[in-house]
């Protein structure tokens, strides 16, 4: 890949962009579990999904002791109770300090220089980099004048760049980047990387896509010879991003176009092996990497949401697993569904109580937020509080539907 003549130095803490094969930016499909298997199959970096720097501030950081991993928790905004006066935390962001910190950079989605620094204190010394998400053509990034909108107020933009330099790459020694889209014409595009190169930042991520097109589009790629020139002349990384689907590919394009590395997106989001090359091995089969996340997932306490949506990514449409899953109300009905209850049952059991699932005495799920309704219950005088779960008799339902499953798609764990 491309070597730069001159280099903004890569700060103590922080990482150099260059020549990785990095995981993109992605809400909801960007959860730590898929962060954990991208870095397992050769990812050199992952980007955490945008957050919102007016949802970081107000949170708290603590370690969870079940799991290991660093949470930032707040209440819900709205300041609702439950009738015994209790709020339930959510978790707004998650690290696993040991497994990801060194290779996280976590995207902020901001449009105000002094908000930016706050939120980004919070997280600074349990990452490798800040990056700021120029990028994102949703109406609820731009809306805010957030994501791609910060396009089109590039003062602003070099603004809340020099005051994350300043601010929070100095002090905590870690580096600041930005995601980018190209603009309609080259000239455009060049002005800003160059005023964007002169703010600090030590690493610059081109989306090959302008704000207007459509991810199924295809990606353009005549600007990037232009950007990587312009940000190795700076001494800043340059990342190329759109449409690239493998760690071969990738050093390919970056080695034909003259930047530093690549970003993958999509293709790491339904195969996150594609970080490994093939001479390492390259693609691993879905079934292995659906059991492989649900296991990721289960030992980091995932929402069980988040860990449904990120399987149905790796299982393809059209196989019965995929609707299996997406119905499935509890972690151990997953496990099932996998044959996997044998190994991570004992864990989906506990994982499930943790997050207030439980289960009746058919095996099937009882309450969903057991703990939420047990304590309105109580509240209220109820008698709900006082059911426990029952132990579950012989050969569930479950474990009938799951082995019938494993057995039809031959599940190899
Ligand atoms: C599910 C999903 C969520 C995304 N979320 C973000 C995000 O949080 N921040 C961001 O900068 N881009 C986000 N993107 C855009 C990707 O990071 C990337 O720029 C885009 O998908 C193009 O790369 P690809 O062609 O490899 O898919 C998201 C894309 C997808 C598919």
Redesign the pocket.
Known sequence: MASASRRVPTPKNGVDFRGKVVL???????ELPMRLLALKYGADLV?G??TVDQAMIGTTRRLNPHTQTIEFTRLPSHGAKTPCGSQRESVIYRIHPSRESRNLIF?L?TACPARAVEAARLVAGDVAGI?V?A??PKPFSTMGGM?AALLSTPDKLCAILEALVKEVGSKYEIGISV?IRILKTSEETEALVRKLCQTGITGL?V?C?TRPMR?RER?IRDQLRMIGQVCREAGVACLM?????SRDQAEELAQEYGVDGA???????SNPSCFRSKDDGGFVPWKDLAAECLQAALEVGNKFGNTKFLLGNLIPGKDKLHRMVSTAKSYREVCELFGLAEELGGIAREVDERIGIVYDRDGKNAVKNAKLKNETARAAGGDTARKKPSPVDGRSVLAQRGAEVSRALAVEI
């Open positions: 993109a930016p992605m809400v909801r499909s960007g980007w999904p945008e995207q989605g990056d998400n990028g994102c994501g995601k991520t989306h896509r991810p990606a991003n759109g449409d690239v689907v970003m993958i997106a999509t293709a790491a989001e």
